[in-house]
């Protein structure tokens, strides 16, 4: 995006003793903002090339002085765009919106605006995982504050309590909360970041952010047995128990990766996929029942085309929506598999990845190889951990996991 900032006199409008008012010429996305200076000149007495005005002009007492000052002032302005564009939010702003943030006409950062920014600025990334947490939490918030903005600064520590105390009283999880105010915190650090707020006001150094401790998703492996030899009734639970079987035998993937997995993710004897949440590699092994799934999905279509019929979009936006449906229905199934089966631990997605990992611990797969949970936290380490193996010490455990 082209922007630019020079001095000129605006020969639009002539005044009765021949001046032109002078002002700064602001070009920004193909339009024009011009900022009056509160000077007027004769033409005469303006070098338009240089932006200057001249030594032979007789309305100055120090002409050079003046001119410093065209330069700070341009150099300010162009400093207040660049600023606009490197936080994201300049494409996204109308001309107006871009005229008041120059003029300082509203120099405090507003909360569901910049909320609103950032979140247009991960949609333009193709980030919608980010884009809709961040669009949770700020519906949570207009709620809680009936959708009156009001400027970032003022989230203080007493603010937080309130917003806390609101959120629990609606019946909501303390673990819903945490995630929001995570995401709350992290907007904060970045605005602290663009130094569009003071370290001072940062409230987080005196709140605590709370949590509960979830309840064990993982389930035996008789458990896990009684899910393998089930008899789906309804092809919902045909397709649930596909997924939970594929998930565990793919060492616990989520449902949106293997949701994305397609023909070309099969290479060789191996499936090798990059994780949507973190963009690491994973390869695993095309074990035997995993592969009779797998085929019977796969039956007819193209390498480039998803193995799964979840996703049927081209547009990553709609591709998420279209996860996120089928999840919702996939959980809703199993849980009428765990009813059937007679399995007294509720059943959901997650607990294919808890699964995977309780049976190799309990099945004496070192510590180092699969770690005992896969929450966000020790997913990171446990991933640092596979990496120091080569993948036929992983397989070997792998094999031993999903004998069932």
Known sequence: MALSVKVELDKRNIKSDGRYPLKLLIVVKRSSIRLSLNQSLLEKDWNAKLQCVKNSCTDFDHINRYNNWLLKEKSKYLTKLLALKEEGVLENMSIGDIKIRLLDVRTELMTLEYFKNIINELEKAKRFGNARVYDLTYRSISNFING????LKQITFTWL???EAWYLSKGNSLNGLSVNLRTLRALLNLAIKQKRLSAENYPFKEYTIKGQETRKRAITREDLIKILQFQPQTQRQTRAKDYFLISFYLMGASFVDIAMLKGNNIIQDRIEYKRQKTGKLHSIPLSK??????DKYRNGKTENEFILNVVKSSDPKIQLKQISDEL???NKSLK??????EIESSISSYV?????????????????VISESL???TEKTTQIYLDSFENDVVDKYHELVIDL
């Open 148 to 151: 009156k903005d009001f400027p």
């Open 161 to 163: 309590k309130k917003y």
């Open 289 to 294: 029942p995993l592969n009779e799934i797998i």
């Open 328 to 330: 919702r229905r996939y």
């Open 336 to 341: 009428e598999i765990g009813k059937i089966c």
């Open 352 to 368: 294919a990845r808890h699964s995977y990992a309780t049976s190799a611990k309990k099945l004496g797969v070192p510590i180092s």
């Open 375 to 377: 929450g966000h936290a």
